[in-house]
C-alpha cells in the first residue's frame, strides 16, 4: 500500500510539474492541430484505394493511428527530461537520500510518462468523435469501437515509450542529445519493421496487426482489393472508394498481444532501475566519464603541454592555506584603450567553445567523413555523403542558444556590454562555421567540379542550419527541440531527397531557384527570431 | 513588480557614490532583484536607474561597459579551463589581446587559482568556482561592481582575502556588496541600505547605524530553562552556553534584567533592532 502511495505521489508530483509549463500547452497546440488534420482529410489512413466509411471504428482507428505514430515519436522528446530535470534541479540529490527504491522512483517516472501522453491521446480521442460528426456520414457514436484503438493500438506503444524514455535516461551515454538521435532511428525502425515482421510480439505499434486483420476484412467485402495501407499527407485529388468496417473482434489473443508491450515496459524499467545511478556518478553500472581534474587527452600531446600539466597536477593542494599568507596582489588599472570589442576575438572564443567540449573520437569521425568526401567525386560527395556530413555535428548545433540558460552563464553573459550584438552574431557564425569546415571537403569537390549551383546551395544550407539551431534553442531553452526536428527533416529531406525538404540540396535535382530562395528567406527569418528571442532573454 | 501584482520592490531610492556599499536585509527583502535591476539582467516595471546620468533602461550598454558583476547563482562551461572561460568573457567584455591576458594573469593570482588555471572547470569545487565569478567580475576594471553574496561557499581565509580585494578595490568605484553575512559588510562597508519587504529601511554608514543602538545592547547569565521565555520576551541577538549557563545577548532600550550590563554593540545588534523596528512599525 506504501509503494503504492509513493509511487502516486512521486507520478502525480511529476506529471503536474510537466503539465503546467507553456512547452506542454504547444505539444497541446499541436495535438489540437493534427487533430484537426485529420478531421478535414489533410491526413489520412488508406487500403490501397480504399476509405472506410466514416463510422466510429474508422475515425477511431483513423486517429489512434496518427496517435501512435505522433505521441510515439513527439511524446518521446516531450517527456524525455524527467529524470534529467532532477539531476539539473539536484532534486534527485535529495531524493537519494529518502528510503525510495530505484525502481519505485523509475516506475514512478515511468507512470508520469504514459500520463503525459495519455493526455495527448485523450485529446485525439475526443478530436475523433467530433471528426465523425464533421464527416456526418454515420451519425451513431460507439463508444468502445471509437475508443478501442485508443486503449489497445495506442495505450500500449505510449507505454513502452515512456519505459524506453526513461530507460534513456537512466544510461549517461543516451541521457543527452546523442540518445535524441539515437531514438529517432529506433522509431524508424519500430515503424517499419513490425508491419514487415509478420509478428505481433515484434509490432509495438500495432501497425501490421491492424493491417493483416482490417485485408482479412477487405477481401472478404472487396474481392478486387488490392494494395497496401498507408497513413500520412495523401495529397492530390485521388478519389477513393469506400467500404465499411466496423471495427475489430478484440479477441482475447488480439488483447493478449497488447497487453504484451505493458510486461515489456515493465521489464525495460527493471532493466533501468539495475543500471540506475541513483544520482551518482561513481556508482552506475555505464559510469559517465567524470570531468578530469587532471590534463585534457590534447595536454600529451606535445612535451611542452605534458610540462604544464605535471605543473597543474601539481597544484590545487597549496591553494587554500597559502591564501591568508600570501601578500595581497594588486590590479593594475585598465586603460581605456584595452577595452575596445573585436569581433574576431569573440568569434573565436565562440569556436573555441563549441569545439572543446567534443571528445578525440568525434575529431577522428569528423575527419574521417573529410577524408570521404575528398575521396568522392563531387555529386557522390554531395548526394551519399553530405547528409552525414551534416549530421555528425548535431549535438554542436543543438547546444546553439541553450548553452547560457544549460551551464547558468546567461547572467554573466547578459549582463556584458552590447551581449545582442556582439556575443550573439558570433555566435551564429561560428555555427555557420562549423557546418563549413564539417563539409569542406564536399565544397572543395564542388568549387573543383566547377558546380556553382551546388556550392551556393551548400553555402544556403550552411546558414540555414545554424539559424534553425539558434532559433530553436533560443525560444525551446534546450536542445532537444532542434535534434527532433532536425533528424526527422533531415531524414525525409536530404536523405530521401524530398525536393522542398532537402535544405542540404544533395542533388541537382533537389535544387530550384524556388527552393534556394525559400531558404534563404527562412535562414534570415528564422536569425531573426533568434534575435528576438535573445533581446527578451536578456530583457527579461 | 512580479505578476500577481506581488512588488520585489517599492518606494525604493539610493545615491550611490565611490566606496562600499554593504546591501543587507532578511531572505526575500529584494536584495537580488534590486542587484539583477541595477546590472540590467532585469528590468524594472516601474522607476528610472541612472548612471552619470544616463537611464540605464533606455541605454543599458552605457552601464554595462563599466560594470563588473558576479551573480549569486551563476555557473560556468566545465569542459573549459579557467584560463579559456576568463578569456572567454574578456571577449565578451571587449577586452582582447595583450592587456587581456596580463588582466588574466593577474587576476588569477588575485583569486589564488594560479596553480589551478589549466584544469578544466567542471573539476572545481564550489568555493573555487565562485572565485572564477570574482575573477570574471573583475577582468574589465568595472567602475561599478556587484556581487551578490560573493563569499558564499568561500573558505574563511579566502573570504579575508576577498573582504581585502573589496576594501581596496573600493577607492574609486562603487561596489554593491549583497550579503547576509554582517561581518562582511562590518569589515568592508563604508555605507549600508538595510532592505525589508522591497523597501528601504535604512541608508547609513556602518558607524552611525552602530550609534543607533549604543547603550540597547545587554548582556547577563541565565539558566537553560530561562531561554525560551528569553526569546519571547526580548530581541535576542545571540545566545552563547558557557560551563555557567547561557550568556544571553539582547537588544533592549531599558535593562531587561537586573543582572544585565551594557555591552559595545556590533553591527549585527544594530541591523536586528532595525529590522525589528521596521516590522513593528509595517505591522502597527
Known amino acids: ?540 | 513588480m512580479y505578476s500577481g501584482k506581488v512588488w520585489a520592490l517599492k518606494q525604493f531610492s539610493l545615491e550611490l557614490g565611490p566606496g562600499v556599499l554593504g546591501l543587507v536585509g532578511p531572505n526575500g527583502a529584494g536584495k537580488t532583484t534590486l542587484m539583477r535591476i541595477l546590472a540590467t539582467v532585469t528590468r524594472a516595471t516601474e522607476g528610472r536607474i541612472t548612471w552619470n546620468g544616463v537611464d540605464t533602461a533606455r541605454s543599458p550598454d552605457a552601464l554595462s561597459a563599466e560594470l563588473g558583476y558576479l551573480p549569486q547563482d551563476f555557473g560556468v562551461y566545465p569542459n573549459l579551463n579557467a584560463i579559456e572561460f576568463l578569456e572567454y568573457m574578456a571577449a565578451v567584455r571587449g577586452l582582447t589581446g595583450r592587456p587581456a591576458r596580463r588582466r588574466i594573469d593577474e587576476l588569477l593570482e588575485v583569486v589564488n587559482l594560479v596553480e589551478a588555471r589549466k584544469r578544466p572547470l567542471g573539476s572545481f569545487s564550489g568555493g573555487m568556482k565562485q572565485r572564477i565569478g570574482i575573477a570574471q567580475a573583475l577582468l574589465n576594471d568595472p567602475k561599478l561592481l556587484i556581487v551578490d553574496e560573493p563569499t558564499a561557499g568561500l573558505d574563511p581565509e579566502e573570504r579575508v582575502h576577498f573582504r581585502n580585494l573589496l576594501s581596496e578595490l573600493a577607492g574609486q568605484r562603487v561596489v554593491i556588496l549583497s550579503t547576509h553575512i554582517v561581518s562582511d559588510v562590518e569589515a568592508t562597508a563604508t555605507q549600508m541600505a538595510v532592505i525589508s519587504h522591497g523597501r528601504l529601511v535604512t541608508h547609513t554608514s556602518p558607524e552611525a547605524l552602530l550609534k543607533s543602538v549604543a547603550g540597547k545592547v545587554w548582556e547577563w547569565v541565565i539558566p537553560s530553562s530561562a531561554l525560551a521565555k528569553v526569546k519571547e520576551s526580548f530581541l535576542l541577538s545571540a545566545a552563547t552556553r558557557r560551563s555557567d549557563g547561557v550568556h544571553v545577548r539582547v537588544v533592549d532600550e531599558k535593562s531587561p534584567h537586573p543582572d544585565a550590563t551594557p555591552i559595545p554593540p556590533t553591527l549585527e545588534d544594530a541591523y536586528l533592532d532595525c529590522i525589528s523596528a521596521h516590522r513593528e512599525a509595517a505591522a502597527t
Open chain 1, 1 to 540: 500500500m506504501n509503494t503504492v502511495r509513493v509511487l502516486y505521489h512521486l507520478a502525480l508530483a511529476d506529471f503536474l510539474e510537466r503539465v503546467r509549463r507553456y512547452s506542454f500547452l504547444l505539444t497541446l497546440a499541436a495535438t489540437v492541430y493534427l487533430g484537426y488534420a485529420v478531421i478535414v482529410d489533410d491526413v489520412k489512413l488508406r487500403f490501397g484505394d480504399y476509405r472506410g466509411v466514416n463510422n466510429s471504428a474508422w475515425v477511431g482507428l483513423q486517429m489512434a493511428m496518427c496517435a501512435t505514430i505522433f505521441v510515439s515519436l513527439a511524446g518521446f522528446y516531450v517527456v524525455k527530461n524527467t529524470v534529467g530535470r532532477d539531476i539539473q534541479t539536484r532534486v534527485g540529490q535529495i531524493l537519494a537520500t529518502t528510503p525510495i527504491d530505484k525502481l519505485d522512483y523509475l516506475f514512478g517516472k515511468a507512470l508520469s510518462n504514459l500520463g503525459v501522453m495519455a493526455v495527448i491521446v485523450l485529446v485525439l480521442a475526443v478530436a475523433a468523435a467530433v471528426g465523425q460528426f464533421w464527416a456526418g456520414q454515420d451519425l451513431r457514436v460507439e463508444l468502445w469501437p471509437l475508443l478501442a484503438p485508443f486503449l489497445l493500438i495506442a495505450l500500449p506503444a505510449l507505454a513502452f515509450v515512456a519505459a524506453l524514455a526513461v530507460f534513456f535516461e537512466t544510461l549517461p551515454g543516451l541521457r543527452g542529445g546523442f540518445g535524441n538521435v539515437m531514438y529517432f532511428f529506433l522509431w524508424v525502425f519500430l515503424l517499419t519493421y513490425g508491419p514487415e515482421a509478420h509478428n505481433a510480439f515484434a509490432d509495438c505499434l500495432g501497425f501490421g496487426l491492424l493491417e493483416s486483420h482490417l485485408k482479412v476484412g477487405l477481401y472478404a467485402q472487396l474481392p478486387d482489393y488490392h494494395g497496401g495501407m498507408g497513413i500520412g499527407i495523401l495529397t492530390g485529388l485521388h478519389s477513393y472508394k469506400s467500404f465499411l468496417w466496423q471495427g475489430f473482434a478484440w479477441r482475447i489473443d488480439l488483447v493478449s498481444m497488447r497487453l504484451y508491450w505493458f510486461a515489456v515496459a515493465f521489464a525495460l524499467i527493471l532493466l533501468a532501475a539495475v543500471l540506475f545511478d541513483r544520482f551518482d556518478p561513481a556508482r552506475g553500472f555505464l559510469r559517465v566519464r567524470p570531468i578530469s581534474a587532471g590534463p585534457s587527452w590534447w595536454h600529451h600531446l606535445a612535451p611542452w603541454r605534458r610540462r604544464a600539466a605535471t605543473a597543474d597536477a601539481r597544484g590545487d593542494g597549496a591553494m587554500n592555506g597559502a591564501a591568508a599568507r600570501k601578500p595581497m596582489v594588486h590590479l593594475s588599472p585598465l586603460s581605456p584603450a584595452a577595452l575596445r570589442f573585436r569581433a574576431a576575438a569573440v568569434l573565436l572564443a565562440e569556436l573555441r567553445l563549441m569545439l572543446k567540449r567534443q571528445r578525440w573520437w568525434w575529431y577522428v569521425v569528423a575527419a574521417g567523413l573529410l577524408i570521404a568526401s575528398l575521396a568522392n567525386p563531387a555529386q557522390e560527395a554531395r548526394r551519399e555523403l553530405l547528409p552525414w556530413v551534416w549530421l555528425w555535428p548535431i549535438l554542436i548545433w543543438s547546444a546553439m542558444g541553450t548553452r547560457e540558460a544549460r551551464h547558468q552563464t546567461d547572467e554573466l553573459i547578459f549582463s556584458a556590454a552590447h551581449s545582442l550584438r556582439r556575443q550573439f552574431p558570433a555566435a551564429w557564425l561560428a555555427g555557420v562555421i562549423v557546418a563549413v569546415l564539417m563539409g569542406s571537403g564536399v565544397a572543395l569537390r564542388l568549387l573543383l567540379a566547377r558546380d556553382w549551383a551546388g556550392l551556393l546551395g551548400f553555402a544556403v544550407g550552411a546558414v540555414f542550419i545554424s539559424s534553425l539551431a539558434l532559433a530553436m534553442g533560443v525560444w525551446s531553452g534546450t536542445g532537444k527541440l532542434f535534434e527532433a526536428v532536425y533528424i526527422i527533416w533531415w531524414y525525409i529531406g536530404p536523405v530521401h531527397h524530398d525536393r522542398n525538404l532537402d535544405f542540404m540540396f544533395t542533388s541537382p535535382q533537389s535544387f530550384s531557384w524556388g527552393v534556394l530562395r525559400f531558404y534563404i528567406l527562412a535562414a534570415f527569418l528564422l536569425f531573426g527570431i533568434a534575435v528576438l528571442g535573445r533581446r527578451r532573454q536578456i530583457q527579461a
